[in-house]
C-alpha cells in the first residue's frame, strides 16, 4: 500500500508498553491494525486527499452516543498513530472499561487531518466492535450480580480477532475461559462418543497431559456422577434445564467447579446463576455482539 505507515519500531513506547501490560501482544496488535489499513486504504484516500490540504491540521473527538462500556481505545490510537505518524497528539482518552453514557467523550485524537480521517473508519470498526463486547459483558456481570455465578467466554470468536474480543470481554467484567485448543483439554459430546464414554475421555487426557487442566462435558446427571467418583474437577453442564442444574449442583456437593453452557440467553441468567453454579459461558459475548455506537467528529 502506498499510505505510508509508521513502523513498528517508530510507535511511542509507552502505548507499546500499555498494550502489553493488558495483556495484549503490541505486534500482533500492530500487524492486525496493518492488514486492516492494507484492506481500506490500498493504495490512497481519494477523498481526503482531493479535499483536504496536505498540510491542514485538526482535532477529532470519539463520543459515545450510547449507555455502556468502553474497550479498544488504545488500540484506536495505534490505528491514528500508524496512519497520521508522530505528529499525532492525544489529549483525551479514557481506561478502557470505563462506563459511559450518551455525549460522553472517550477519545480525542489531534494531528494531520488528512491522516485523522483516513484512520477513522478503522479505529471506528475496531473500537466499537470491542466497546460492543464489553458492553454486552458487562450487561451479564449486571445480571448475575449477588450470585457465585460469573460469565465465561468461549473460542467462538472472529477468525484473527480472538485475542482483542478475550480482552474486552476482561474489560466488561467476564471471565477468559481458554485461549486456544493447546492450554487446556475441554472432552465434548464428540470427544465422549469416540473415547467411549466420559470417564474413559476424562482418562485418556490426563494420562497424556498429566498437568493440564481437563474439564468434561455432560448431559446428564448419570455422567456428572460418574465424572466426579473418577475425580473430575471441572464440569460443564450442556444444555441442561434449570432443575437438573441445581440438582448437579446439590450432588457436585463443590467437589468440582460446573460451568453451565448451551443457548443461554440474558433473560436467564438470574435463573440459571441462581442453580448454584460457578460459571455460565455465552457465546454471543463474542459470535454475535452488537456493536457499540461510538462517533467521531472533526472540530
Not at 488528512?114 to 466492535?129: I, K, V, Y
Not at 467462538?156 to 493447546?182: D, E, I, M, W
Amino acid at each position: 500500500m502506498t499510505l505510508p505507515v509508521t513502523a513498528y519500531d517508530d510507535l511511542p513506547a509507552a502505548l507499546v508498553e500499555e498494550l502489553d501490560k493488558v495483556g495484549l501482544d503490541p505486534r500482533s496488535v500492530y500487524d492486525l491494525v496493518a492488514r486492516a489499513l492494507a484492506e481500506d486504504v490500498p493504495t490512497e484516500d481519494v477523498t481526503s486527499v482531493a479535499t483536504i490540504p496536505a498540510d491542514a491540521r485538526g482535532v477529532a473527538d470519539f463520543n459515545a452516543r450510547e449507555r455502556g462500556v468502553v474497550a479498544g481505545l488504545g488500540v484506536a490510537e495505534l490505528v491514528f498513530r500508524m496512519v497520521a505518524g508522530p505528529d499525532v497528539e492525544v489529549p483525551l482518552r479514557v481506561p478502557d472499561g470505563t462506563a459511559v453514557a450518551p455525549g460522553d467523550p472517550v477519545l480525542t485524537v489531534a494531528g494531520p487531518t488528512r491522516g485523522l480521517l483516513t484512520a477513522e473508519r478503522t479505529a471506528l470498526n475496531l473500537a466499537c466492535h470491542l466497546s460492543g463486547v464489553a458492553t454486552a459483558t458487562s450487561a451479564w456481570v449486571t445480571a448475575l450480580e449477588g450470585t457465585r455465578a460469573r460469565v465465561l467466554d468461549t473460542r467462538k470468536t472472529l477468525p484473527g480477532l480472538r485475542a482483542l474480543q478475550k480482552y474486552a470481554v476482561a474489560c466488561g467484567g467476564g471471565v477468559n475461559h481458554r485461549f486456544s485448543l493447546s492450554d487446556r483439554a475441554m472432552v465434548k459430546d464428540n470427544h465422549v462418543l469416540a473415547a467411549g464414554g466420559v470417564v474413559p475421555a476424562y482418562r485418556a487426557v490426563r494420562s497424556a497431559y498429566p498437568d493440564l487442566r481437563v474439564e468434561v462435558e455432560v448431559t446428564d446427571l448419570d455422567q456428572l456422577r460418574e465424572l466426579l467418583d473418577a475425580g473430575c474437577t471441572e464440569i460443564l453442564l450442556d444444555n441442561m434445564d434449570s432443575a437438573t442444574m441445581a440438582e448437579a449442583v446439590r450432588i457436585t456437593a463443590d467437589r468440582a467447579t460446573l460451568e453451565a453452557s448451551g443457548g443461554l440467553t440474558i433473560e436467564r441468567a438470574r435463573e440459571v446463576a441462581e442453580t448454584g453454579v460457578d460459571f455460565i459461558s455465552v457465546g454471543a459475548l463474542t459470535h454475535s455482539v452488537k456493536v457499540f455506537d461510538l462517533g467521531m467528529d472533526l472540530r
